[in-house]
């Protein structure tokens, strides 16, 4: 349906910024909640940030409040996840992906509320 693709991930030191792309092909995505996503190896994929279509409400993970940013940008089909002060807990594979309902007002939701996953890109916090 919908082609998400993630990047802007790599190898930063504790303390620094990673902004995370999420391109969409196919499909426009400007019209669904948008969530930003992470998974360390043997958690759970969890919830990190989410946006509404238009971009009025958002939502954020206790543990990245104050200090990831999420935006997008609708005529470019992409959503940002701007981190900053990280730290090495971050580390994680970030995802993102689209909520499965037409402009819902909702900023999140649950994780089962969300399809068309990325593949992900790796974002390595080192103390």
């Known amino acids: 349906q919908v082609q998400l693709v993630e990047s802007g991930g790599g190898l930063v030191q504790a303390g620094g910024s990673v902004r995370l792309s999420c391109a969409a092909s196919?499909?426009?995505?400007?019209?669904?909640?948008m969530g930003w996503f992470r998974q360390a190896p043997g958690k759970e994929r969890d919830v990190v940030a989410a946006?509404?279509?238009?971009?009025?409400?958002?939502f954020y993970a206790d543990s990245v409040k104050g200090r990831f940013t999420i935006s997008r940008d609708n005529a470019q089909n992409t959503v940002y996840l701007q981190m900053n002060s990280l730290e090495p807990e971050d580390t994680a594979v970030y995802y993102c992906?689209?909520?499965?309902?037409?402009?819902?007002?909702?900023?999140?939701?649950?994780?089962?509320?969300?399809?068309?996953w990325g593949q992900g890109t790796q974002v390595t916090v080192s103390s």
């Open positions: 992906a689209r909520h499965t309902v037409w402009r819902s007002t909702l900023a999140y939701e649950s994780r089962e509320s969300y399809t068309d």
């Open positions: 196919g499909r426009p995505f400007n019209v669904y909640t």
């Open positions: 946006i509404t279509w238009s971009g009025g409400r958002t």
